[in-house]
């Protein structure tokens, strides 16, 4: 079974700074597709980027990147520039063919103005 | 219309009553989804329909019953809840062959409250 960590339940950053927050993932699947949801109060899972195992390009959405270590099997995202918008729960989650979504279990981001 | 949209936003009811959730997309996915959510912590997987047929049921409680009228919609009917069911429930969908890979859009949800 699939399995994926989030290792840091709260972090802060400041207002216009940078922060990497953390994932790690165990599956026996060569084919996969990685993502970072963002969930802020509203309640809506947001969609904020996914990665595709067999790429080896990191995957890039504005101010939001991530690093994917395939030999490691960790994904971490990164937001630049952080922005007050940016203060949500935020899940990794994991997914491959024929099963259903594994989330971490969340990653609370507080931005300080 | 890249949206799902789920119906109410907050419901409060009581141990003895009966009532629904419900969920809509106009995406043309063929896989939609209930999940349950307790205050910050992930989404559970209560059930999965897969063209409009049920083809996962987490072992949830049959007070939980679901109901997909069509590839559009899917109801969360609820009956004789514990205070424990409180919950944000959560709705998603994806497309039906290779949803895997695009990743679930879920909706902004129902606050449950069961007293």
């Known amino acids: 079974a699939q399995t994926v960590t989030q290792s840091q339940p709260e972090m802060s950053v400041q207002e216009a700074e940078t922060v990497t927050l953390s994932c790690t993932y165990d599956?026996?699947?060569?084919?996969?597709?990685l993502f970072w949801y963002k969930q802020p109060p509203s309640r809506q899972m947001i969609l904020v980027i996914r990665q595709e195992a067999y790429k080896q390009q990191n995957a890039t959405e504005n101010r939001f990147s991530v690093n994917f270590q395939k030999a490691a099997k960790s994904f971490s995202l990164k937001i630049s520039d952080s922005q007050l918008g940016d203060a949500a729960m935020y899940f990794c989650a994991y997914n491959n063919a024929g099963n259903m979504l594994t989330f971490g279990g969340g990653t609370r981001l507080m931005v300080k103005p | 219309d890249t949206e799902v949209t789920q119906t109410p936003k907050h419901l409060v009811m009581g141990m003895t009553n009966k009532k629904s959730l419900k969920c809509e997309q106009h995406m043309g996915h063929r896989a939609m989804y209930w999940y349950k959510q307790k205050a910050k912590k992930p989404p559970e997987l209560m059930f999965v329909?897969?063209?409009?047929?049920?083809?996962i049921n987490e072992s949830v409680p049959s007070r939980f019953s679901p109901e997909c009228p069509n590839s559009s919609l899917l109801n969360l009917h609820l009956h004789a809840l514990q205070p424990e069911d409180s919950a944000l429930y959560l709705c998603?969908?994806?497309?039906?062959?290779?949803?895997?890979?695009?990743?679930?859009?879920f909706g902004s949800g129902t606050r449950l409250t069961v007293v």
């Open positions: 599956t026996s699947e060569s084919d996969y597709y």
């Open positions: 998603a969908s994806s497309a039906g062959t290779g949803g895997w890979m695009s990743g679930y859009t």
């Open positions: 329909y897969s063209y409009e047929k049920l083809s």
